[in-house]
């Protein structure tokens, strides 16, 4: 191991957490100095703010202006949770799952609000066949599962005219995947992924079937206040127009805010996706021709270019889980790479955040590390054994 030799070159910005994500480049506090600190949100400056964000994103994204925007507590999860309590019931339901996240929602489903779901899932790495999906059902899915590293390539398995809706988990893929909003009712992401903005705050996008659902189905469950988005049969048009359902945070709104501007002046969607799939190619060009480490996608078409997750395949390795665990601790003492370990219910691997806010240059110079740091515990192992 004292033959190893460190690489000369190291990532300006070590933040590969998958979230909340890095901050944009140059990134300082006093760019939220405009930020209506001890004012309501319910003031004229607040509301103001919170309509900037909602305009925003609804420019960014391409949102039809007919599809309500809403900002939403509890982060991508809060949204998620309002659309699945207030939506299903009216019809039958199937769930997609191909990791943690997904996971998750087919138990609230299943558990919580007992439906009968048809459930289909797939192993990490993996998607399920959207082929062999009944849209006629209200069908639930993560548009890029974060934790598995692999997303749905694209909406054409979708058919435009579907009798159920489709709900839609795209926190690790809104601003860096092109998503189909004529294939999408409800679609849910929080702004500390792919913006890199602060945590606890979610958005949440409905079609107008979506709305048509909400005015005409009233569900069997208690609905908390949380999650009500009618009043006496009739959407609440204000949460979709900055009058949210609780106290956001104006500062995490303003820090959101700095980031579409930011957004904006790369050249919008279209920058972001290619600072992202920028990104995620420096990955691939460098393990293409390594024999020890690879993506867990195991179709190169449905590989994230985000949340991009690598499992280590060389046959020395006996214990996966705790040489993933001591490669990620090496990367993090070295300074080169924090919070780049697979997320817990994950196979052993690494996890590597690429969305927009990441720079391709400490993408590239953070790979020689990753291959050193293997180095050093394959030394350790021949070491110890």
Request: proline content about 6%; hydrophobic content about 45%; overall charge negative.
């Amino acid at each position: 191991m004292a033959d190893l030799i460190a690489p000369a070159a190291r990532p300006a910005n070590p933040r590969f957490s998958s979230g909340p994500c890095a901050k944009l480049p140059g990134f300082t506090l006093d760019m939220l100095a405009d930020a209506p600190l001890g004012r309501s949100h319910r003031a004229a400056v607040g509301k103001a703010k919170l309509k900037e964000a909602i305009d925003l994103t609804r420019e960014i994204l391409g949102v039809p202006a007919d599809y309500r925007i809403g900002i939403v507590p509890a982060s991508d999860t809060g949204a998620v949770e309002m659309a699945l309590w207030s939506l299903l019931g009216a019809r039958p339901v199937e769930m997609l799952a191909w990791e943690s996240f997904g996971e998750g929602w087919v138990t609230d489903v299943v558990k919580q609000l007992k439906l009968d779901a048809k459930v289909q899932k797939a192993g990490y790495g993996e998607i399920v066949d959207f082929t062999t999906v009944d849209f006629d059902r209200d069908v639930v899915f993560t548009w890029n599962g974060t934790t598995s590293g692999v997303r749905l390539p694209n909406g054409d398995p979708i058919p435009a005219n579907r009798a159920g809706l489709t709900i839609c988990d795209a926190t690790s893929a809104a601003f860096a995947m092109d998503l189909p909003w004529d294939k999408l009712d409800v679609t849910t992401f929080s702004w500390q992924k792919v913006l890199g903005g602060e945590g606890g705050h979610g958005v949440l996008i409905l079609s107008p079937r979506a709305v048509e659902r909400l005015e005409s189905y009233t569900p069997a469950w208690p609905m908390p206040k949380i999650f009500r988005m009618t009043k006496g049969g009739k959407l609440i048009e204000g949460i979709f127009t900055g009058e949210t359902i609780n106290t956001p945070s104006m500062l995490c709104v303003e820090d959101y805010l700095v980031a579409l501007k930011w957004a904006k002046s790369i050249g919008g969607l279209k920058g972001l996706i290619a600072r992202s799939e920028g990104n995620a190619r420096a990955i691939a060009d460098f393990i293409a021709d390594k024999d020890w480490i690879a993506n867990l996608a195991v179709d190169p078409a449905t590989a994230s270019c985000t949340s991009v997750c690598l499992k280590f395949t060389d046959a020395r390795i006996k214990d996966g889980a705790a040489f993933a665990k001591a490669v990620a601790k090496r990367l993090e003492k070295e300074g080169v790479a924090l919070d780049a370990g697979a997320y817990r219910d994950a196979p052993p691997g690494l996890r590597i955040w690429c969305g927009a806010t990441v720079e391709t240059t400490d993408v590239a110079a953070l790979m020689p590390w990753v291959e050193f740091a293997f180095a050093a515990e394959i030394a350790a192992l021949t070491e110890a054994a």
